[in-house]
């Protein structure tokens, strides 16, 4: 057993779409999650090829037709796996839009309370992290520099956190538009209309 190197995960459904391998690059699009696991171990059992080496381009012509060969033979285990992914993004969306909803409905209530600092708390506190967050931009990008390479890494990660979930956060929070809910139901219905679509071409490749 080869375990899936997370740093490739993310250039392996590239490079495999690349080759045409449209059914071997759903199964690895995402997470190194369990489904993609045994594709792997699978591949190596059947194949010898390190699905590693995908995302390294270290492939020759030979072991492509391989792989070909594989996702032919194999089309209604990938097309299985394929679907668990699917179900899995869609279970997620779900949860994402929920847990949100959720969040609004309690300051909903927290607005109908006579407890003036129940009612502001949120807007207290959403002001104080973003405040927060763009004195930390400032602080990286003009009073930051010089210090050393541990100091420099400490710093992104903390910028990372702040821009992508923080504040992130906050705007989706307020500012989550119809817009953006239109784009969340669209992407459940491509996926769920994606996992249609694999249920007949599993279907049509059992009856052929």
Not at 165 to 181: H, M, N, Y
Request: hydrophobic share 40%; net charge negative.
């Amino acid at each position: 057993m080869i375990p899936l190197i997370a740093a490739a995960v993310s250039a392996i459904a590239p490079a495999l779409a690349k080759q045409g391998l449209d059914l071997l690059s759903g199964v690895f699009r995402g997470a190194a999650g369990k489904g993609a696991q045994e594709v792997a171990d699978l591949i190596e059992d059947k194949t010898g090829i390190n699905i590693n080496d995908v995302a390294d381009n270290k492939l020759t012509d030979e072991q492509w037709t391989k792989l070909k060969e594989f996702e032919f033979q194999y089309q209604s285990k990938l097309l299985e796996y394929r679907q668990q992914v699917d179900a899995n993004d869609i279970k997620s969306e779900e949860l994402s839009e929920k847990n949100t909803e959720n969040a609004r409905e309690l300051q909903r209530a927290a607005l109908t309370s006579d407890d003036k600092f129940a009612k502001r708390f949120i807007y207290f506190y959403a002001s104080a992290l973003t405040l927060f967050t763009f004195a930390f931009i400032f602080y990286a990008c003009f009073i930051s520099q010089g210090t050393d390479d541990h100091a420099n890494r400490t710093i992104d990660t903390v910028l990372g956190f702040l821009l992508g979930v923080t504040l992130s956060a906050i705007i989706q929070f307020f500012f989550g538009s119809s817009a953006g809910s239109r784009s969340k139901e669209e992407k459940l219905n491509s996926l769920t209309g994606r996992m249609g679509l694999d249920r007949v071409a599993q279907t049509e490749g059992s009856g052929s």
